[in-house]
Every structure is written in C-alpha cells, then in structure tokens.
C-alpha cells in the first residue's frame, strides 16, 4: 500500500505536469523520494521530467531505477522507449514499446511509437503495421468512450496529458 502523503505528492506532481509546471513536479517528486525512496511512481516520474528537460541520462537512469521494481509497467516502458527515441538509439526504443505492448496490447501510444521507432530503422512495412493497429485501437477506445482523447496541435502535448490521466488511473487503483 502507498504511503498517502507520497499518493498526494505525486497528484500534487502529476497536477503540475498538466499545467506544464515541470519546476513544482521536480519538487513534490523530491519531497516524496524522500518519504519513499524506492516508489516506482515516484522514480518513473522523475524520469519524465529529466526527458522533458532534455536531461537524457537521468531520465534513463529513474525510469530504469523505476522498472528494476515495477518491471511490466507500460507507461514506464514507453516512457523509456520515448526517451532512448529522442536519443535516436531506435532498436532500443523498439525494445521497450514491444515490451510495454506485451504488458497491454491495446496501449496505442505504444503501437505508435513503435511505428515511429521502425520508421526510423527504414523497416517501413512494419512501421506501417504498428501505425495501422494504433489508429485502429484509438479508434475503438474512443467509439467505446473509455478514454477522451483531445485534439492538439503538439503531440508532446497529447502524450503528457494521456500519460497524466492514466497515471491518475493507475494511482487511484493503487490506493485502493
């Protein structure tokens, strides 16, 4: 069971990042690796705010740090795959968005990415396989309603706040 002043700071967290306030998430982040050093929430998240500060190696070491505990987390993963992307080691990538679609295969952000990691590789027909089962579960989720998915302009946009409400999701579940 999670440590509830670690659940509110990682809400508390989770808030800033949606309101793009990645100073306050580092901060509360800090404050709840000090309660619960070992929190795999708590590391995956810190490792998201290093990859949107472009601090690569740090964000690889949390979100490692974070599936050496939680090791079939699939935001972690794609996490993890998203940040070895913008280092542009794509096998690496692809690596870790097979993986988080092993651990939830209608995780469409996955499947997308993954197509982007392959596009990358030159290795266009499953690019375009990855694409395809992407669309099509985002598609359906959104006919089914079971997640809102919001038109921006900025993908990096989109992807934080589908990150955040899932995250949300999975914390709430956490706790009970």
């Not at 306030?21 to 901060?27: F, K, Q, R, T």
């Not at 708590?42 to 740090?65: C, E, H, S, T, W």
């Amino acid at each position: 069971m999670m440590n509830p002043q670690v659940h509110f700071l990682l809400n508390k967290a989770l808030e800033s990042l949606g309101n793009s306030n990645v100073d306050s998430a580092e901060l509360y982040l800090k404050q709840a690796s000090k309660l619960q050093a070992n929190n795999p929430h708590v590391l995956g998240l810190l490792g998201i705010v290093y990859a949107q500060r472009g601090n690569y190696p740090d964000a690889l070491k949390f979100l490692k740090d974070s599936l050496r505990i939680l090791p079939k987390n699939p935001l972690t993963l794609s996490s993890l795959g998203n940040t070895y992307l913008e280092l542009k080691d794509y096998e690496s990538a692809l690596d870790a968005y097979k993986r988080a679609i092993k651990f939830e295969p209608k995780f469409f952000e996955a499947w997308s990415n993954a197509g982007n990691a392959l596009q990358e590789l030159k290795r266009y027909e499953e690019a375009i396989v990855h694409y395809d089962n992407a669309l099509t579960l985002n598609q359906t989720m959104q006919k089914l309603g079971q997640i809102k998915v919001m038109r921006y302009r900025n993908s990096n946009d989109l992807k934080r706040r589908l990150f955040i409400t899932i995250m949300h999701s999975l914390l709430n579940q956490t706790m009970q």
